[in-house]
């Protein structure tokens, strides 16, 4: 998961941009971009590094000028981490189209090739977004068109259905013509629009989550729904078309388990309002199961399992408090690079408050148990502070299988429940008792009274893959090459990259 964000405004985009991304930080802290048009010159800032990092105000801000513009925070999970694969990319022809891209393409390999051997298109990183970027100029490219209409845009934007598989949920600019927005034709990753009223008419906002938009004042208008499309023009008309032939809508439920931030509405769900469904559902497991259980007090893992665990409580009738204090000035440990980092993080971010611990059976809630760094960690830090007992209740099942649709869980041998039964989770863990969220529950959680999404893509629980397409051999691959292991052994090659952009003089 990545934030992308595209604004197309009648002043000038560079701080709303900014703004935008930093609403959407929560979705990647490896690096950042901003690629804005004036006209038809295009100014492009990306780098390793979180937003406030990334953009100094002298020397990137006040250059990225231009009234229309997209921005992306990115979160690996193809290529390498080199600033080359920041985004957004460019390629040249047709028009000059940049582009900003969160999900991850499963085929990458086969169309690099395609690309290269019958497109005659060049890339120059590792990067699936390049490749996306390339396969969606070529398709456009086939319009053969010398003034492209929203119709040619639109059925380029087919075609990138036709060749791509994956996820894919992405902004782009077509300079001199306006700002474009897709979704892939199962919505795997979120992606939302809406529009702000100024004198000279509506301006328009993309972005991943509608937090984005809050901030900024854009009112929400809707989803992107999968398959869809929107384009606004560089004079502000808005198209929108459905691209796809068969779109079927299942997102991500792991958005709303942890991705996605609290305060933001997601395929018309309230991420808030499922975490506390969440809540409920598992305070009810917990009450069918262990009807006469001993739990003193009920302590969430700051941030995500807040909401869940509060409602959790409150279910039960058991004390909520905050036993972890949060370091506000560390990052979400789970989206840092490697094992390493990770592990140091969580006990830099999170802290005991003896007294809520001393003396009590207390149960720690968070939104899921994924590598297990976090849990591992603060069960211990329970015992150290004083627990009698310690418990541990996650709002989501067990992740047990890896994801290819753009979280980095490349490999099942990293997740700490797969191929494991509870009671052994829990020696590994050293839980006294551990209880998760069952898949039905989740999946209530989340849905509750909403028709339009078909059915949710909960791969990471289940191992089944809403594209269908995913072989064993595929996710070998992934493994060798994107587990902690082999992107620890890459990193003991060369550090500084030598890229294109950083030939000459800068
Ligand atoms: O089992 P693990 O591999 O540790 O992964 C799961 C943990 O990671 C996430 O927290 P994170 O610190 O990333 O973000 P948060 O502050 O939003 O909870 C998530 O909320 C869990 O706490
Ligand atoms: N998490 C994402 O959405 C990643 C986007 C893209 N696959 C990259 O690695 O840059
Ligand atoms: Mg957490």
Redesign the pocket.
């Known amino acids: 998961m990545c934030g992308i964000v595209g604004i197309h405004s009648h002043g000038q985009v560079n701080q709303e941009l900014y703004d935008a991304l930093t609403m959407l930080q ?1 979705r990647g802290q490896d690096a950042a971009g901003i690629m804005t048009t004036e006209g038809s010159k295009l100014n492009l800032r990306k780098d390793n590094g979180l937003v406030r990092d990334v953009f100094h105000a002298d020397e990137h801000m006040m250059r990225l000028r231009g009234k229309l513009g997209i921005g992306h925070v990115r979160y690996p999970t193809a290529g390498v981490t080199s600033a080359a694969e920041a985004q957004p990319f460019y390629t040249n022809m047709p028009f000059g189209i940049s582009l900003a891209h969160n999900g991850n393409l499963t085929n990458a390999d086969e169309l690099k090739l395609e690309l290269f051997s019958e497109d005659r298109r060049h890339l120059n990183t590792e990067s699936d977004s390049e490749v996306l970027l390339n396969v969606f100029a070529h398709e456009l490219l086939s319009q053969n068109k010398m003034r492209l209409q929203p119709d040619d845009i639109f059925a380029a934007v087919s075609g990138v259905h036709r060749r791509c598989r994956g996820a894919y949920a992405c902004v782009a600019i077509i300079t001199g013509y306006g700002l474009l927005g897709f979704r892939d034709p199962f919505g795997i990753r979120p992606v939302v629009y809406g529009r702000r009223r100024a004198a000279e008419g509506y301006e328009y906002m993309i972005a991943s989550e509608s937090v984005a938009l809050n901030a900024l004042g854009f009112e929400l208008v809707a989803d992107i729904l999968p398959g869809e499309a929107i384009f606004i023009t560089t004079d502000g008309k808005l198209y929108k078309r459905q691209c796809a032939a068969n779109p079927v809508y299942s997102p991500c439920i792991f958005e709303y388990v ?1 991705l996605a931030r609290p305060d933001s509405l997601m395929d018309k769900i309230y991420v808030h309002k499922a975490r506390l469904r969440m809540g409920m559902k598992l305070a009810d497991r917990i009450k069918r199961e262990w009807a006469d259980h001993d739990i003193d007090v009920v302590i969430p ?5 807040r909401v869940p665990a509060s409602e959790l409580a409150s279910e039960l009738g058991v004390p909520y408090r905050e036993g972890y204090v ?1 370091n506000r000035y560390i990052g ?4 840092m690079p490697g094992q390493g980092q ?1 592990k140091k993080s ?1 006990r830099q ?1 999170l802290n005991p408050i003896e007294v809520e611990f001393r003396g009590k059976n207390v149960l720690l809630v ?10 591992k960690e603060i069960i211990e830090m329970a015992r150290e502070a004083g627990a009698r007992k310690v418990y541990f209740a996650s709002a989501s099942p067990p992740v047990r299988y890896p994801n290819v649709y753009g979280i980095d869980m490349p490999s099942s041998s990293e997740l ?1 429940a797969h191929g494991r039964t509870i009671p052994e989770l829990e020696k590994l863990l050293g839980a006294d008792r551990l209880i998760f969220q069952e898949l039905d529950d989740l999946i209530d959680a989340v849905l509750h009274k909403h028709a339009t999404i078909e059915r949710f893509d909960c791969s990471v629980f289940t191992g089944k893959y809403i594209t269908q397409d995913i072989s064993p051999e595929y996710l070998s691959q992934l493994e060798l090459f994107r587990s902690d292991a082999a992107k620890q052994a890459r990193k003991q090659g060369p550090t500084s990259v030598i890229e294109m952009e950083n030939a000459g003089a800068r």
Do not use: A, E, L, Q
């Open positions: 929560h942890y893992i700051p941030d995500t399992s949060k979400r440990t789970f989206i990770r969580v971010k968070d939104d899921s148990i994924v590598r297990g760094t976090t849990s700490v």
